[in-house]
């Protein structure tokens, strides 16, 4: 963090905690999480200019229930406790918190009487998701709103920068929230709100340079949105010392490769090196059907080629990974990690330990969006900062059953007419201020059976293809995308007629849970 214009979020394992953190940075005020128990030596390396502290599963007054740390009292820094952040305030300054008559859930009605500098006065909807509530406030507070249930709402004590909030201004059902957030930031906390992701490309470049020196770096581009901003950020950094690495895994949807080339190498002139190995992973895909077997066999293939080709430009020391800002804080809180191992992702964060590289990470402090911020600011084409995610292991998880050059070409095209009449259509690509909304994903995927239909007065016997398109926040749950039936009707009739070896195509209408998102 700069010199510095950031809050510091302190996590209490509530769900909403790395919104709070988007929604600041989303009102230009540089924020970053930190479990509430980290070392404070390590967050007060950042210089903060105040503290959130987040909402949270515990009670209070339980034993062991986690408690605001003493140096952030002692910092003499500004406080803004949200849900259980609030409740921590009042029960460690000396006020009183009890369960509350009823939990309360929902919208509520928060009503602010007077001019104070975190709310605006007036009658706002707001999120509420608690059980306890705070019954006496501290000394020195006043109250600020008050709903129907919470006559404690909000609550501030002026003299020391001390705030608290039972509802949840991070999450959309409260649309003040992002207001608030910045209220706290900019009035109480003295923060100028001008930080944006393109802003910091001269101090990644100069983080950059200083670790690597004068070595060479290797990065795998995949054509996804991060892998290919993490490598143009190198590039700006030391040029010519990336050695851009893009395997063609013969996995590839239709055009990926041709754009990644005209990408890289045409607009930002990065060096970039295409390996062909579409056979190799064909070769070691004969035969396989079990969609485990198959991402197994796709990340172990991919790690051998991307062996053979470091070894073939000399081995660099250092090696780009595209890791995000929440795959840093999850790394962080172990408890939060996935128990249940639904699908092997294969990316290249599964190299071998042999493969000694020392990791360049230029995007650990950004979100998803401020990624694509970062990107556009960077000069990378609309087309590919908007991109979908694709899976690793790429078609061969959508091509069910056996995975052949044959059922490839014909899920390639069928994917490439959705696709095409999605973004006709407006589905696709950047949020629209106007119309409808592009879906999170969308593609095709080629069923392992076959369907009888007439064409001509021929009787047909042919593959089937299933459409998948599904909206989206965070992609660990979805819907699936509503689109309409005469969209769905004309790609349907194109990949009948001008996709040979399908004469029949079904929508998939299953949410996550209980289905995934891909299909194997
Ligand atoms: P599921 O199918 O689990 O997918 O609902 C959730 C999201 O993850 C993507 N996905 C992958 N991404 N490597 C990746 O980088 C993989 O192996 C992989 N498998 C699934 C999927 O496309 C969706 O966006």
């Known amino acids: 963090m700069e010199q510095t214009q950031g809050l510091v979020v302190l996590d209490f394992g509530g769900q909403y905690a790395q919104l709070i953190a988007r929604r600041l940075r989303e009102q230009g005020v540089y924020a970053e999480l930190f479990p509430w128990d980290a070392a404070p030596d390590e967050v007060m390396a950042l210089q903060p200019r105040g503290f959130v502290l987040s909402g949270g599963p515990a009670s209070v007054y339980e034993p062991g229930a986690p408690r605001i740390p003493e140096y952030v009292f002692q910092s003499g820094l500004p406080i803004l406790g949200i849900c259980y952040g609030l409740q921590a305030l009042v029960h460690q300054l000396g006020g009183q918190v009890a369960p509350a008559p009823r939990r309360e859930y929902g919208l509520a009605w928060l009503e602010v009487p007077r001019e104070n500098p975190l709310i605006p006065p007036g009658r706002h909807q707001v999120w509420m998701s608690h059980g306890d509530r705070v019954e006496v406030i501290p000394s020195g507070f006043q109250v600020l709103g008050s709903t129907e249930h919470s006559p404690y709402a909000a609550i501030g004590d002026v003299e020391r920068g001390y705030y608290g909030v039972q509802f949840h201004p991070e999450v959309q059902h409260t649309p003040i929230g992002p207001d608030i957030l910045r209220r706290f930031a900019v009035h109480v906390c003295g923060v100028t709100a001008n930080w944006h992701p393109g802003n910091w490309i001269p101090r990644l470049v100069d983080e950059i340079r200083q670790k690597v020196g004068r070595e060479r770096v290797l990065a795998a581009v995949s054509g996804g949105v991060d892998s290919t901003v993490a490598a143009a950020l190198v590039h700006r950094a030391v040029g010519d010392q990336l ?174 007419i959705f696709r095409e009449e999605l973004r006709r259509a407006g589905y696709l690509g950047p949020p629209r201020r106007k119309g409808p909304q592009p879906v999170s994903q969308a593609f095709a995927v080629l069923l392992p059976v076959r369907a009888v239909g007439v064409m001509g007065d021929q009787r047909t016997y042919e593959e089937v293809v299933a459409l998948r398109a599904v909206v989206t926040e965070d992609f660990m749950t979805a819907d699936w995308a509503p689109l309409p039936h005469e969209l769905l009707a004309r790609v349907a009739s194109r990949i009948v007629n001008e996709v040979p070896g399908v004469n029949r195509v079904v929508y998939d209408i299953t949410t996550k849970p209980p289905g995934t998102i891909e299909w194997e």
């Open 243 to 416: 050695i851009a690495v893009f395997v063609d895994t013969g996995l590839l949807r239709k055009g990926e490769r041709e754009l990644v080339e005209r990408v890289l190498r045409d607009v930002l002139g990065v060096p970039l090196r295409v390996v062909d190995a579409s056979q190799e992973f064909l070769n070691a895909l004969r035969g396989v059907t079990d969609p485990e077997e198959k991402r197994r066999i796709v990340g172990e293939t991919f790690i051998r080629v991307f062996e053979q080709e470091a070894r073939a430009v000399g081995h660099p020391p250092f090696l780009v990974q595209g890791t995000i800002y929440p795959d840093v804080i999850e790394s962080r809180a172990p408890e939060r990690r996935h128990a249940a191992r639904i699908k092997t992702h294969h990316n290249v964060g599964g190299l071998p330990p042999d493969m000694r590289f020392t990791l360049v990470e230029p995007l650990r402090y950004f979100f998803k969006d401020e990624v694509r911020r970062l990107g556009l600011a960077l000069g990378l084409p609309e087309e590919l900062v908007w991109r979908q995610p694709f899976p690793g292991p790429g078609l061969a998880v959508r091509c069910l059953g056996e995975v052949t050059p044959e059922r490839l070409t014909v899920l390639r095209e069928a994917d490439a």
